[in-house]
């Protein structure tokens, strides 16, 4: 109710379990993105200021690399949703970390000031 056709079609593909096909950009968007969201919020959280102005792709890639890490994070997922998008991986993660800083303190991700400054 109150939501379009299309964003209701996003939500259910995004959910590789729902059968819906990915087919739209929007779509594609938020499959990509979600997991990845998640795992950029938890590789902020365990920085000193705990903010995701101190995650950088390197530190990512890592954290990616450690399975014991955020575990319950498809890692499969993520980098399947680079791919659909037709992106690089490395690229993508940085084209949302950047978008994570700009929303930082509504995330709850600004973590203290001098994090703000990394």
């Known amino acids: 109710r109150g939501v379009s056709d299309e964003v209701r079609r996003a ?4 959910a590789t379990y729902s059968g819906v096909p990915r087919l739209s950009l929007l779509e ?13 919020a938890a590789c902020a959280y365990v920085k000193p200021g705990k903010s995701i102005y101190e995650v950088d792709v390197p530190s990512v890639k890592r954290k990616l690399k450690d399975k014991a890490f955020a575990r319950n994070v498809s890692r499969e997922d993520i980098v399947k949703g680079a791919q ?3 992106v690089p991986l490395d ?3 940085s084209l949302c970390i950047e978008a994570m800083k700009a929303r930082a ?4 991700l600004a973590g203290t000031a001098q994090a703000q400054n990394a």
């Open 28 to 40: 594609k968007a938020l499959f990509a993105c979600d997991e990845l969201s998640g795992f950029l």
């Open 91 to 93: 690229e993508h993660i």
């Open 105 to 108: 303190p509504e995330l709850g």
């Open 84 to 86: 659909e998008l037709g």
């Open 11 to 14: 939500i259910l593909s995004h």
